[in-house]
């Protein structure tokens, strides 16, 4: 019995081990502002005032920008792979003729695999580009002023290009980055290297 829990022990301790030696992994968590879902919004937004010569008008309220999860796998000196997930929720304000009718909310969950390409790869800085293609659920909430609710799912293509990251910290860093999509124009947050 001692002899099976010396080998389960090592069982779970060494792969850890090996982690922490190497240092391949990455967790990434981030916050980025000035997503692609909420730009298209703002932009339809104001082709709809101009459609119905001011009539129709969605006003946006509040919105979340996108909160970011990730995971990275450096394989090697170059390139690191992974996944990022995002959430990104956006309420707007739904009037006629400038009167409220409604409330529209906007809940987009993404997740896409990402791959980045570093420039600059040291201990304690790097400087990379990235690419990240997958796809976004959306969901849509129309609430009238007066007690009607409309639900609809659906799905659509997503994106980032991060044209400029950089990372600084050893194990436990920050990082900004620049670009469009997903993560918003610019993201930033904490990575933790394991």
Known sequence: MKKQII???LLLVLPATIFAQDKKHEIVLGYGVGTHYAIVEEMAGVLGIFI??????????SGTGAILLGYRYSAGEKFSIG???????????LKIQSKPVGDFNKQFYTIAPYVAYNYIKKEKFSMYSGIGLGYTFVKDEYTTDDGGNETNNSGEFAFHLSAFGVRFGKNIGGYVEVGYGYKG?????????L
């Open 7 to 9: 080998i389960i022990s």
């Open 83 to 93: 996944i990022d997930g995002s959430y990104t929720k956006i309420k707007e304000i």
């Open 185 to 193: 124009l610019v993201n930033l947050g904490v990575s933790f290297k």
């Open 52 to 61: 119905t010569l001011g009539t129709f008008n969605a006003e946006y309220e």
